[in-house]
């Protein structure tokens, strides 16, 4: 199988101002090859946070663009996550006294004093968890905290999570599952990376187990499909994913997106509408980012008519 | 057992201001007669939902004040959720122009035209379904909306959910669950109602499957413990429930209360702050009341040390 | 001129359910004596600021409530400012550590470290300005920071604004305005209380020169004439007060609230709405407490046709 | 004078990406002529404006980028506004169902219908006064919408007023005051646009007076000065401009700000914090776009120390 290295810099936007890494066909299974959200700097936890923070170009290192063969503006890229494979023994987590959920931060200033900083290394132990030390020790679940297409014009920070995807931080973005993307640009120019060996609903501190990984994906086109908003789908349920401020809105837009999808079957948009206020799951990706993002979901079983 | 009535007309708000309708032990299994969201005055999809509304004195009436024999302002409320019975074999919900989480309503105000009011019946079928049609047709996982104790001062609408519970409109208030609520008046001054037959998370139009029913608790005390917002134990997890505007400031109320509950098992609170980023869930109960309720949630086996 | 004074204790909420403390005719001019913000209780820059604050009851101690002799619910309270004389040679303001626009609070939970309280006494100078050191000294602008009549059912925390009107910290209640409540229950049940010396727009750190007061009022009945929310009349201005979370709604309600006004002088909704898009004003009032306030406003030039 | 006239197409991001249409040295006075928000396209009551708005390849056109001779990365840029003039004799508004402040848009996300889009054409009368019609009639005070230097690596939609700048619709970015930006790139690469014959406080609907202008400019550097969030300083005022969502985020930017403003003038933070709070000034430049806008004020004469 290919396997896609970044050749050069890794990408600090999701964009089209940059040439593709790789072109790659739909249908093609192919490896990327991810750095976690510090570009591997975190390795100790006795760096100085903040002196790592400031050799990074910004967060969020992505591999790509990857150009998609045939994808065209209006199209839909339907990504599907075959496997994730860490890329080493240990993850690295951190809290930071002016990023996370319970700190002040760039959007909600205050100005008292912050807390300490404290980096968290984990080592991946005998019964294949992640350990911290007795109690701070998690199983793999992987996932990849940002996927995209590039916008339109914009050039998207890559700690931001937006339309076109981005810094979702959402744990079902995960092997086995199907990602749909909007195709802005020709090409698609597709981003992916800050894989994490785990995460809870929220990323509260703001840093999940941060790991590099290998990302085996394999794309396909829905030609002259548009959608607006990121969806996944599992096995068994369909999901929207809004990412925006406040966290109602992003709720908002994660529900009216999945009774869209739900037209789609036949349903009639109140019906929809009330199905969702009955069977409906809502819950939190992350509250941390520069938009927070909420996961709306609903059963296939439901959903299909 | 004892079956507790509404003596008279039911309570619109959670206070101290009404006498008790009924005085309890600790300890005693009591039932209580609870009616729907719209007081049992709508019963046919032909009704006129506003007028409806308007014959009301407010939404979610109350069942209580019960005083609870020897609670002292400063203790915790523990309420065993024992059963939940259907008061009859049908539930109503609606679709209401300007409530609800994808309309405008009174606070998130507009100036444009509002969608049409419409009304669902649904019926208890041959599998025990609630059936309104073969698409929307939803199993009994009933649970109680409301669910509070008065607070010192105030008198809170039935709509809102607050500090000390109040319409919070979370699934997990369910039977086998037990919920610690704030004891804010000597007596505490139960109320609860509301109780939907189903709903999912967020209740997205507004209402649920509205159903009156039978209400079985069990209530204990815990003296002199003090909590600041309502708490959940079921078998596998401990949750604590924040309700605010926006959206993110209810999640902030959330994990910071799960914070505080797991350091009473001996976690720094870092460390705390650490673990729920990995492995917490967060989940929003309600995005449509006057305050909107996130769930954050931690599981027994990672909280107890 | 009839002086009012509280009997016993001081209102700490807006409610029906306290007995009126006078009974006041329409067109009769009353001055009411109100204690500051602290009830007097903080009187020295060295003063424990946590101490103080638990021998409160709660913040802002209410004089009323004032029954409005022939007020009945569905009609409006008009409240002529005639006067306010400072109670006292000075004021007092505080930073608090987990109180204002600034800091961590109740709400915008955090698990950082908060400030240092800090106390601020103002005497009055020979120039008549309230005078802390060389650069804090600020001149006599006083207003009332609450200002309400009850709501129908609720009794709500004198730290919040909301329909009635409460604690908007908004500084054109001042002495030559008007200000329009709604009636919600018989007899109006009208409060007032927190006056301050002098404010700027947010009431950044939560407290502004807190003094008590003599407010001379008016009272004046609109019957019949229902209104949702506050407002406020100068010689120039037509002004609505929305309160609410998050500040986006809060917003929304002022100047929805201004197009109703407005479509009483025989506007179109839509004119009225660009209107005020090309020649409103929309300040913030208050962005620290229970509810953010802001004002919109319009000149009378404009909005009278 | 040198005339700066967009070369090719405008620019509908505020970024690098693209190459200077010229390059001006610090002292140079220039007129840089704009287009309208429409890009001209918006010309009478009668045009369809979806349509129209579909041409645009995105809203506010911008002229530039303009390279700043010496402007290093961490410098501030210094914009003194000379003079703002008509490009013709006539403005255009509009209400649009699904974009501005009391109605459903993009991230508020509703499923109801959304009102009737309208056009507003306002012609220069003879008293200098832009009239629609009686009542719709408004006088020259004329702003750029949109002012901004390029961002590090994003490249930012010009919808959206952000840390550079960007689409604040600040009514204060006017003649005779001066903006302060960051330059986040050599060059400083600034843009404007989206002039306003006149706007309220809010842009209440989403579009003011738009019109095409001549913008009379003076750049300056600072050099080794960096600021995070533009500035802006009128004869009697010191001002800076939060941009965020929710807006009470936007709120607590603006004020943290300005309080950063006071500590270079000697201030204790603490007492910056105390002084606001009692003489500051608070309004809302736009509750419409990507971000919402606040202006936090204080007088110089208070400021200076």
Known sequence: MRIIEQKGEYS???????????????GEEVVLKTEDAYCGLLTSENDDLEEVRNKRRGPNP????????????GDTLKVHIINIEAGRDWAVSNIHKFFGGLTPNKFTRMIN????????????????????????????????????????????????????????????????????????????YFFTGDCHAVQG?????????????KVTLRFELIKGKEITWPRIESADEYMCVGSARPMEDAARIAYAELIEWM????????????????AGKLYCANMVDTNYSMVAKVSKSLAER
């Open 12 to 26: 600090y936007v999701f964009s089209r101002y940059t040439e593709p890494v790789a072109r790659v066909q739909p």
């Open 62 to 73: 992505q591999t790509g663009p990857i150009y998609i063969e045939g994808a065209k503006r």
């Open 113 to 188: 004093v912050g807390l300490s900083d404290k980096i968290y290394i984990y080592r991946l132990d005998k019964e294949g968890m992640f350990r911290h030390d007795d109690y701070l020790r998690f199983p793999w679940k992987p996932f990849m905290g940002t996927i995209a297409t590039a916008p339109d014009l914009e050039a998207v920070s890559t700690l931001t999570p937006f339309e076109n995807g981005g810094n979702m931080d959402c744990p079902d973005v995960k092997p086995g599952n199907i990602v749909y993307l909007p195709v802005s640009v020709d090409g698609a």
């Open 201 to 213: 609903e929220g990323e509260l501190c703001g840093t999940a187990l941060e790991i590099s990984a």
């Open 263 to 278: 037209t789609g079957f036949g349903w009639d948009r109140l019906d929809a509408y009330q199905a969702l206020t009955q």
